[in-house]
């Protein structure tokens, strides 16, 4: 192969991993008073929801390692159900049972806290030191009271969180998992598109004619932009004839190697008053078409070397790309995306 397709592994030892980005690991409804556990890249997490806000540390105390998220919280202060140990929100031990009241804590009698934030009616949480801001739309069309948003679906696939964003990234299955949804069957050429390369992943768009959706009538030429964002965030803008946007986005937030939980988000311009479940009924069909093949596929881990599975240039241009990117990104210990 050229070297214009071929990509090895990163072998840049500075290169951020996936524990250096923020990932989304429950709604903020899911995030109470009282301790719950999470799974984010092979990790068990517990977070509860204090008077500073939302706390997340990984779920084990450090005496004895028992879960914390079987214990309680009082005060602000998750405590260990096995010794009575007391954390404050920022993970420090304010309080041993077994020591005489006014003992001095040891200063190592802390829990593994990680950085967490709410966003989009999402909780984001980054293993390490992130290496970009959470995901953010192109202009900020969340916020915007111009648009109506609201979170579609919420799924646990079982597959890596590379397999299910290339796919989401990818149009040439279109006419053959959602033949007269997404494509006409007899439409299989795929256009050659541009892929521009961003400050924070990809871009590139191409036009099509819609033969069903709930936001353009058939027959009608729409525009489709793609925004990939790394690590597993992808923006797809929809644009009708008459002015009508809407953003879909995935986000798939990797819980263990064969395990991701994708969250898809609508955020349109047009219906303001229509009900979600118009839009909610048409993408999940379209999704649980996709899950059936992405689950099917192996190996579960998308391989980033291009060596590894065979590409076509004009077919395959936006998961060339998307590997490309993700071989910028190491491991997480035995992690692959």
């Known amino acids: 192969m050229s070297e214009s397709t071929v990509v090895s592994e990163s072998t840049d030892v500075a290169a951020p991993t996936l524990a250096n980005y923020w990932h989304p690991i429950a709604e903020s409804s899911d995030l109470t008073e009282q301790p719950k556990r999470f799974q984010l890249l092979g990790t068990e997490l517990v977070g509860f929801r204090g ?10 105390c450090i005496h004895r390692g028992a ?3 079987l214990g309680w919280v009082t005060d602000g202060c998750i405590t260990c159900p096995y010794h009575g ?7 420090n031990c304010v309080k041993i049972p077994s020591l005489p009241e006014g003992s001095n804590v040891p200063r190592k009698a802390r829990a593994i806290a990680y950085q967490a934030q709410e966003r989009y009616g999402l909780v984001w949480v980054a293993l390490e030191d992130p290496a970009a801001a959470v995901p953010t739309w192109p202009e900020n069309e969340y916020d915007d009271p111009a648009y109506h948003h609201h979170l579609s679906s919420r799924n646990i696939w079982r597959c890596s969180a590379g397999r299910a964003v290339e796919n989401f990234m990818d149009f040439s299955h279109f006419p053959f998992v ?17 892929m521009e390369k961003t400050d924070y992943g990809l871009m590139y ?26 690590p597993f965030t992808v923006h797809v803008k929809k644009v009708t004839p008459d002015g009508g946007v809407t953003f879909v986005t995935l986000m798939a937030s990797p819980r263990a190697e064969k395990e991701t939980e ?6 349109r311009n047009y ?3 229509e009900p979600d479940a118009l839009f909610d009924h048409f993408s999940n069909r379209v999704l649980e078409q996709d899950r059936r093949i992405v689950e099917s596929q192996r190996p579960e881990e998308i391989p980033v070397s291009l060596r590894e599975e065979l590409h076509l240039k004009v077919p395959d241009a936006s998961g060339i790309a998307f590997r490309r990117e993700l071989a910028t990104i190491g491991s997480v210990g035995e992690y692959k995306p």
């Open 51 to 60: 008077p500073q806000g939302v706390s997340v540390f990984r779920d084990l």
């Open 67 to 69: 879960a914390l998220s």
């Open 262 to 267: 994708l969250y898809l988000t609508f955020v």
């Open 205 to 230: 768009a191409y036009d099509t004619v819609e033969p069903e959706s709930p936001s353009s009538a058939e027959g009608d030429v729409v525009r489709f932009e793609y925004r990939y964002v790394k």
């Open 85 to 91: 140990w007391q954390y404050d929100s920022e993970g």
């Open 271 to 273: 219906a303001l008053e």
């Open 178 to 194: 959602h033949p007269n949804l997404l494509a006409p069957p007899d439409q299989t050429e795929v256009p050659a598109v541009e």
